[in-house]
Nanobody, 126 residues
Framework: QVQLVESGGGLVQPGGSLTLSCTAS????????IGWFRQAPGKEPEPIAT????????RCVYEYEGRFSISRDNSKNTGYLQIYNMNPGDTGVYYC???????????????????WGQGTQVTVSS
């Protein structure tokens, strides 16, 4: 059983950057894809991007380029999401999740993810 723990959230000023981490406290991430989701207040979680076990990246939001960067370090059993040029619209709870199998093109669907972290709060405000 994989247990995921996100960290790195906090208060950020508009225009700032942040790096979120997703670590497996139990189990291994090596053979799983990792996805990051953003849940704005009062809304459903929105997929941002996913990275396969081999490191192939799939963007799930049109604004990914230049604003987000997903990566992983299997030696550290950790996935990362870097967020750049942040704005108040980025405020929310950020979750990481993993899946072991999904059909091609389904990596952005919440339903394929088996394990979820508890989330980390990100607030963008001056």
């Amino acid at each position: 059983q994989v247990q995921l723990v996100e960290s790195g959230g906090g208060l950020v000023q508009p225009g700032g950057s942040l790096t979120l981490s997703c670590t497996a406290s139990t189990g291994t991430l090596e053979s799983s894809a990792i996805g990051w989701f953003r849940q704005a207040p009062g809304k459903e979680p929105e997929p941002i991007a996913t990275i396969s076990s081999r490191g192939d990246r799939t963007r799930c939001v049109y604004e990914y380029e230049g604003r987000f960067s997903i990566s992983r370090d299997n030696s550290k059993n950790t996935g990362y999401l870097q967020i750049y040029n942040m704005n108040p619209g980025d405020t929310g709870v950020y979750y990481c999740a993993t899946y072991s199998y999904a059909r091609a093109g389904e990596g952005c669907k919440r339903s394929v993810y088996d394990h979820w972290g508890q989330g980390t709060q990100v607030t963008v405000s001056s």
